[in-house]
């Protein structure tokens, strides 16, 4: 009977190709849009978050049926402390200048820093931190900028070497294998030295290094979560919860733009298509929906931290988070993760997508504090992440991540997947 039931949605959803046009040019139009030069990467950066914010309750404003569900509108505003990089951030070897954002990034918590320094390589043989953190603890190293290899510090110390943040040392470069990626745009906090990212191309022999760095503590930053819902035809006192950041990393610098075309425009404009579609009278609810568009994903998940806190609908009567984040991609491939809560809920999900054969491939991680359902997951609210996997991820957190590198072919299967899904609740 099931199969029956699902099979019939899917004949439903194919036939209604007026929606079908409709929903994927708004979709890419909200992605063009949120990913330009306008927005200066959705970040502190401009005023590029405020104005993606802005943007983001007009598009609500448009849409029937679509209430305000904050108190004095859309936003829910929160505070948090941030350190950025907005004006220089320039570094050259032996008077050869890198590329910013290309061969080098500066990880978001370094302060500033301008001078020469000598350079320092360490030996393959002294990376284990037993021999590498005594040879720097001496000071010999001081008035350098220390060259390691990033993945062998990543194999004995894990993505945050923090010991070596607080060794005495002018700064710390670690090469990487392939250009770097912007690993955060912002830092709530600050360490005592620049830690640089470099790509494979860095000099292996050079003698110096000059930077010129300039850092910027901002005490504290307005964001806003934008929230919008659809009050419930017969059961309004439950509900679900479409969430989708749209902070991205802003700029590496002056000139550095991070446009976060499929991080995270793609998920926002999903979530759009689907307040549109569930604006119809048609398609009204019987439970509440709310549309959560959240800040500051990028810094540590504080805007989905803050609504969770904060919630504007209880939790215990949540029903179901779906965290929408890096959508646009190519492969027939979902990657998805839940807590224990929400596993009977991911079971059926992966039953319907297997009946309705949408994605060939579904892959399930285990829970972790990499999106936006993790401060819901936490909560033991059923939340799912959602990913679509792909070419596109290639560019993830590089100035490559653009309207030219998103893909729009699996924006249908998701839709229908979600909506089948949500139609069994």
Not at 180 to 205: C, D, E, L, M
Request: one cysteine or more; glycine letters at 6%; a negative charge.
């Amino acid at each position: 009977m099931k199969r029956i039931f699902f099979t019939l949605t899917a004949i439903l959803l194919l036939s209604s190709t007026g929606l079908k046009a409709q929903n994927i040019e708004y979709y890419k139009d909200i992605i063009r849009e949120l990913s330009s030069k306008k927005y200066e990467g959705r970040s502190d950066y401009g005023g590029g978050d405020l104005k993606a914010a802005r943007f983001i309750a007009g598009e609500y404003k448009k849409i029937d049926a679509l209430q305000p569900s904050m108190p004095k509108g859309y936003f829910q505003p929160f505070t948090y402390p941030v350190n950025v990089f907005h004006k220089k951030m320039e570094m050259a070897v032996d008077g050869m200048a890198l590329d910013p954002g290309h061969d080098f990034i500066a990880r978001e918590f370094s302060p500033s820093l301008k001078g020469t320094f000598p350079l320092v390589y360490i030996k393959k043989e002294d990376h284990h931190p037993d021999r590498l953190l005594p040879m720097l603890a001496t000071g010999a190293y001081k008035n350098s900028f220390v060259v390691v290899d990033y993945d062998l510090i990543y194999e004995y110390m894990g993505i945050a070497p923090e010991p070596l943040y607080h060794t005495p040392i002018a700064g710390l470069i670690m090469v990487q294998k392939k250009n770097p990626s912007f690993f955060k745009s912002r830092s709530a906090t600050k360490q005592p030295i620049p830690v640089v990212w470099a790509s494979p191309h860095f000099p292996q022999n050079a003698k110096e290094v000059t930077v010129r760095f300039q850092a910027k503590w901002i005490k504290k930053h307005t964001a806003n979560n934008v929230v919008a819902h659809i009050p419930g035809t017969t059961r309004a006192d439950s509900c679900i919860v479409f969430v989708a950041h749209y902070d991205h990393l802003g700029h590496f610098g002056k000139d550095v733009f991070y446009p976060g075309a499929n991080d995270n425009a793609s998920g926002v404009a999903f979530m759009l298509t689907l307040a549109e579609y569930y604006a119809k009278p048609e398609n009204r609810p019987d439970l509440t929906y709310f549309f959560l568009a959240v800040a500051a994903e990028e810094n540590n998940l504080l805007g989905s931290t803050f609504y969770a806190e904060n919630p504007v609908f209880p939790l215990d009567r949540t029903l179901q988070v779906f965290s929408i984040d890096m959508v646009a991609d190519n492969y027939s491939k979902l990657f998805l993760e839940t807590g224990p809560e929400g596993q009977k809920n991911l079971d059926r999900f992966v039953q319907i997508n297997d009946n309705l054969q949408l994605f060939d491939t579904l892959v399930q991680d285990p829970l972790s504090n990499d999106s936006d359902h993790y401060p819901f997951a936490v909560r033991k609210v059923p939340a799912l992440y959602i990913m679509v996997d792909g070419d596109a991820w290639s560019v993830y957190h590089t100035p490559l991540d653009d309207f030219d590198h998103i893909y729009t072919n699996r924006y249908l299967p998701l839709f229908q997947l979600i909506t089948a899904f949500v139609d069994t609740f």
